[in-house]
Nanobody, 125 residues
Framework: QVQLAESGGGLVQAGDSRRLSCAAS????????MAWFRQAPGKEREFVAG????????LYTDSVKGRFTISRDNAKNTVYLQMNSLKPEDTAVYYC??????????????????WGQGTQVTVSS
């Protein structure tokens, strides 16, 4: 079983950058497709970005394409989300998720096996 712990959230201004990290423990990190989801107040949790076990394939939701970059370091058991040009609408709790032997990234919540507790990102205008 994999435990996931996000970090890096905080209060930033519009246009700023922020990098989120998700550290995994308790499993073989390379066996997992990883993803970032987010949930804004009053809204459903939504897919943000995903990455295959090797990092060779990534997927993004349209609203973050060109601004966010997902990456992973399998030697450090960590997945990252680099967020640039942040907007107030990016304000949300950001969650890390893992899918065992997941292949290409999936965009639906039910297809992920493990979740972190989330880290709050607040973007002020």
């Amino acid at each position: 079983q994999v435990q996931l712990a996000e970090s890096g959230g905080g209060l930033v201004q519009a246009g700023d950058s922020r990098r989120l990290s998700c550290a995994a423990s308790g499993g073989t990190f390379g066996n997992y497709t990883m993803a970032w989801f987010r949930q804004a107040p009053g809204k459903e949790r939504e897919f943000v970005a995903g990455i295959t076990w090797s990092g060779g394939s990534t997927l993004y939701t349209d609203s973050v394409k060109g601004r966010f970059t997902i990456s992973r370091d399998n030697a450090k058991n960590t997945v990252y989300l680099q967020m640039n040009s942040l907007k107030p609408e990016d304000t949300a709790v950001y969650y890390c998720a893992a899918r065992f032997l997941g292949g290409f990234a999936r965009t639906t919540i039910s297809e992920y096996d493990y979740w972190g507790q989330g880290t709050q990102v607040t973007v002020s205008s």
